[in-house]
């Protein structure tokens, strides 16, 4: 394996694939023995999406919660847009405003 020494950097002196050998041989031989290993099972932790979706979920429901309240908000406010807008081309064509009161 390249080392440094003395800040400059030194050659193996026995390759990677000489020292593999020399590893089998040494196995095979019994003069050296490995120790033994432990399968390490890695841990799978799902896709985002998966991880996310108790979350996303709850945010849901409480959303869900005061739609009712979101919605008529929303219309009220695109009713109050288009009328708001009806008023300013009357206004424009020199019309009189609407006769009855705007509703909030």
Do not use: C, S
């Not at 020494?5 to 040494?26: L, N, S, T």
């Not at 979101?70 to 109050?80: I, S």
């Amino acid at each position: 394996m390249p080392r440094l020494i003395d800040g400059k950097w030194r050659k193996a002196e026995i390759g990677a694939i000489a020292r593999a050998k020399m590893v089998k041989q040494a196995l095979r031989d019994g003069t050296v023995q490995l120790e033994e290993t432990y399968p390490v099972i890695p841990t799978f932790k799902g896709h985002k999406h998966q991880r996310e979706r108790p979350m996303r979920e709850a945010a849901i429901a409480a959303k869900m919660e005061d739609m009712p309240k979101r919605v008529e908000e929303h219309k009220r406010a695109v009713r109050l847009a288009r009328r708001e807008f009806k008023e300013r081309e009357r206004r424009k064509n020199g019309l009189p405003p609407y006769p009855y009161p705007l509703e909030e």
